[in-house]
């Protein structure tokens, strides 16, 4: 009788904590794995991709919306998710999130222009938002602290795997397939994650009226987009002092200040303006932002620099992104440990320091010294995005309890996303602005009258570039070279950013249970 209660017990701290059953957890972990390698994968093979995509569409002045819309759609509706997660559970947004994702991967593999492929990473990135964050979700539902650090850092290394598999795949499909691959490899990957989590993920949640807060998301969505047309546009198409772009700053302010105001008023706010009145929260979330900074501006324009600048191979430029993934999962898997010996502060160190030196490695990067000190600057940003993004993640999810976890880890995945989105349309700029000020003032007129920066589409395709003489390439590759090399001292600011952040994070955090009691 005493077993039998006991078995009784534990199923009811599993139904109150939201989590699946023991026997059947290893299950779904192992789709929870499938979906995260999905869109991390994604990030790669797409970046190594696009330069022959570029080259393929043309419109390399678009180049940054190809990520900065995907970005955009994922930052501002993983808040979104996290509070859908909280309310109607992890299992139907999660799976409405991978469909999704995986219409847009479809639709991204037909696309006939780069105007049309902008707007299908659109539609992806929709799904994307949901994936990542609720994944991550559900193993903290699943699993205790002790357990939850070690299983952290099983899932931090798959973004270290899909490096490998991401820029090699990534190399092979444009070499010798077509891009379009990079994209419809997502759907196998899709099936298997969805068929684990809603055949064998059980949850109970209680059933109430609900208040979504589709007003936060608007002034968000436009905030946001505002500050991002500012950032790609600015220098490039529009004068920092012109109309459109006062226009857009104010908006973006206006924007930002009505959200903020809405959300102390909406009786279920977007994102809690709470949790960032605790300091933990506050550090690991903006330390998430600048290292989302680094981790775009490394894996966007390094394809970019190996193979029009180097003119290397698209599997070359994949190997020396590549590099990243030897770092990243050491530094996920002795993070995991790390933190319950040295706690959260010492370990983020860590990974700050990494950063900084990868980000040093690359503003000393030059065509001399070949792929191989690339690969070295990939592998330190890999060291440094393994320590902090784990460390982030399991002090968060340690910190907060069940009912709010959602929205706590989503709020950090999002200012992690909200990074990357400010780094690709901030970075991307200044790589336009750079290119356009090198092509007018270097004596650039006799191989680009009008100085547009979409003819260095040529260094992104070997056929149109065997047509050009040696001195034209040579003009177009040095300002590439002098534009990327602006680009990484951007870089290498945010990840002192990051170093400097990391100091204030608490070393230790006690944590918190659920309405039951459990943890």
Not at 37 to 62: K, Q, R, Y
Not at 86 to 98: A, N, Q, Y
Request: glycine fraction near 10%; aromatic fraction near 10%; include cysteine.
């Amino acid at each position: 009788m005493e077993q039998e209660r006991s078995s009784q017990e534990r199923e009811q701290a599993e139904q109150a904590t939201g989590t699946t059953p023991k026997r059947k957890r290893h299950l779904v972990l192992i789709s929870i794995i499938f979906a995260m390698f999905m869109v991390a994968i994604n990030a790669l093979i797409v970046a190594t991709a696009m330069p022959s995509i570029v080259g393929d569409l043309g419109g390399f002045s678009l180049f940054t919306w190809v990520f900065s819309s995907y970005l955009l759609i994922q930052a501002v509706t993983v808040p979104i998710y996290g509070k859908l997660a909280d309310l109607f559970g992890r299992k139907p947004v999660f799976t409405f999130g991978i469909i999704v994702f995986m219409i847009g991967s479809l639709l991204c593999g037909f696309a006939h222009s780069m105007l049309a492929l902008i707007i299908y990473r659109f539609i992806q990135g929709f799904g994307a938002g949901a994936v990542q964050p609720i994944a991550t979700t559900i193993v903290g539902d699943m699993y205790t602290l002790k357990e939850r650090a070690k299983i952290q850092g099983y899932l931090a290394s798959v973004w270290g795997i899909s490096s490998i598999l991401g820029p090699l795949l990534g190399g092979v499909f444009v070499q010798y397939v077509d891009w379009s691959w990079v994209f419809w490899i997502n759907i196998p990957l899709g099936v298997i994650a969805l068929t684990g989590v809603v055949f064998f993920f059980r949850e109970e949640v209680k059933q109430k009226r609900h208040q979504i807060d589709y007003v936060g998301a608007m002034l968000l969505l436009i905030s946001v987009s505002a500050l991002m047309v500012v950032l790609i546009q600015g220098g490039v198409a529009w004068s920092w002092t012109s109309m459109p772009v006062i226009f857009l700053v104010a908006v973006f302010v206006c924007g930002l200040l009505a959200f903020v105001y809405h959300e102390t008023r909406a009786p279920e706010p977007l994102m809690p303006l709470v949790i960032w009145k605790d300091r933990l929260l506050v550090m690991a979330n903006t330390g998430a932002l600048t290292t989302g900074v680094v981790l775009i501006g490394v894996s966007t324009f390094l394809p970019t620099y190996v193979q029009g600048v180097m003119e290397q191979s698209p599997t070359v430029a994949g190997l020396s992104l590549t590099v990243m993934s030897v770092g990243w999962p050491i530094a996920s898997t002795l993070a995991g440990r790390l933190v319950l010996k040295m706690g959260f502060r010492l370990t983020a160190v860590l990974g700050g320091l990494a950063l900084l030196i990868g980000s040093i490695l690359f503003v000393l990067l030059d065509p001399g010294k070949g792929p191989v000190w690339a690969g070295a600057g990939s592998f330190f940003i890999g060291l440094g995005m393994g320590f902090t993004t784990t460390t982030f993640i399991i002090s968060v999810q340690s910190h907060v309890s069940w009912k709010t976890r959602g929205v706590a880890t989503s709020s950090n995945m999002f200012m992690r996303l909200l990074g990357g989105t400010i780094g690709a349309a901030l970075l991307g700029g200044i790589l336009n602005s750079r290119m356009i000020r090198y092509l007018e003032t270097e004596g650039a007129s006799q191989v680009l009258p009008e100085g547009d920066i979409d003819f260095t589409n040529v260094l992104l395709d070997p056929e149109t570039m065997a047509s050009m003489s040696p001195e034209s390439i040579d003009v177009l590759q040095s300002g590439l070279t002098i534009a990327l090399n602006d680009v990484y001292w951007g870089v290498s600011l945010f990840a002192l950013a990051s170093l400097v952040l990391v100091f204030y994070l608490p070393n230790r955090v006690k944590e918190e249970t659920n309405e039951e009691g459990e943890q």
